[in-house]
C-alpha cells in the first residue's frame, strides 16, 4: 500500500512554510512507513504554479521546493489503462483531441497511436 499525493496537499503544505521533509514525516506519522509519490501530472501542475508566481524570489523558492520534492519522492509517469505508457504531452493533446472529436495531425504517429480511440493522421 502506499499513497500518490495530490498537487493540493503539497501546494497547501508549502504555502504554510513545510519544507518537503516536513510534509513526508508527518504523513509517515500519521500512515506509518509507507510508500509514498507523486504523478508527473502533479510535478507539471507544481511548475505550472511556480511560474505564475507575482515575484522572481517566489517563483526561485517554489521551484527549489519542486526540485526537492522531485528528487526526495518517486515521479511516477502516467500509464493508459492497459499498463502502455504514454507520454505526458501525448496524453495531454491526445486527450483533449478525443474530447473534442477530433484527429491529431503528426510527424510522429507512433506516440499518439497509443492513445486509444484516438485517429491520428500523419502529415
Known sequence: MGIVLDSSVIIAAERRGRTVREILEQLKEVHGEIEIGISVVTVAELVHGAYRTKTPAQQQRRL????????????????????????????????????????????????????????????
Open 64 to 123: 527549489e521546493f519542486i526540485e526537492r520534492l522531485s528528487s526526495d519522492v518517486p515521479v511516477y509517469p502516467v500509464k493508459e489503462a492497459l499498463g502502455i505508457q504514454v507520454a505526458f504531452e501525448i496524453l495531454l493533446i491526445g486527450g483533449r483531441a478525443l474530447h473534442l472529436g477530433y484527429e491529431v495531425a503528426t510527424l510522429n504517429p507512433r506516440d499518439f497511436k497509443r492513445v486509444p480511440g484516438l485517429s491520428v493522421i500523419q502529415i
